[in-house]
């Protein structure tokens, strides 16, 4: 049976944060600690609306042919998280409860996946606007693991207007990792390799945009 949890500041009503806890069977019990440790995972974000996002744990996660595993390491690549969109679920790796700093980058990460989700196309071409322009000013680096290996995977025809695939990947991932850097507060990460005028340029961008409220 899958349990629910709702933090204070779930309740229904409008504008509120709209994010709620659900374990799976593989991790029948998230006590307390876990509950607030994602809970203050989430202090700091705009104010977040939407339907709920449901958050579980699993062990040892591998992504495999286009898959999800867990505990089984020997398939697939190991990663931290995932997020499935419809089904408005993001799976965490159990491990990473013994990372505080790195859970809440994750989580922040995970979460910017639905907001980019709703963010509507003005918005995603004005933050694409921001990387063209740092493309043009041979701006290197990224703010994540996902957005430099995404950048890495360009070609040039890839930043041609029209053009897509990569391009819109990497945009996404760029967009998550931003949104990680600038919300969780971290410290230095040999992660964040952008130059830092071009950081600022971004957190601006993510100040002002989402000043009110996000849609997730
Ligand atoms: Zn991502």
């Known amino acids: 049976m899958l349990r629910t949890f709702q933090p204070q500041t779930s309740r229904r009503s409008k504008g509120q944060l709209l994010v709620s806890l659900v374990s799976p069977k593989a991790n029948p019990r998230l006590n307390k600690k876990t509950h607030l440790q994602l809970h203050q995972s989430l202090v700091g974000l705009p104010e977040l609306t939407g339907r709920r996002i449901f958050i579980g744990f699993r062990p040892r996660l591998t992504a495999h042919r286009g898959q999800l595993l867990s505990g089984r390491p020997e398939h697939g ?105 600038v919300y969780a507060g971290l410290s230095e990460d040999g992660a964040f390799t952008l130059a830092r005028r071009w950081r600022q340029h971004r957190k601006t961008w993510f100040q002002v945009t989402f000043a009110n409220c996000c849609k997730c």
Do not use: M
Not at 102 to 131: C, D, P, S
Not at 164 to 171: K, M, N, T, V
């Open 77 to 181: 690549a190991s990663v931290h998280a995932a997020c499935f969109i419809r089904k408005r679920e993001i799976v965490l790796e159990t491990e990473l409860l013994s990372r505080p700093e790195l859970l809440r980058r994750i989580l922040i990460h995970e979460i910017f996946h639905f907001v980019w989700a709703r963010l509507g196309n003005q918005f995603r071409h004005q933050f694409a606007e921001l990387l063209i322009h740092e493309h043009k000013n041979r701006a290197k680096g990224e703010l994540g693991e996902s957005s430099s290996l995404k950048k890495s995977l360009l070609l040039p025809s890839d930043r041609l207007p029209g053009n897509p695939h990569r391009w819109r990947d990497y945009a996404c991932e760029s967009f998550c990792d931003t949104a990680a850097w």
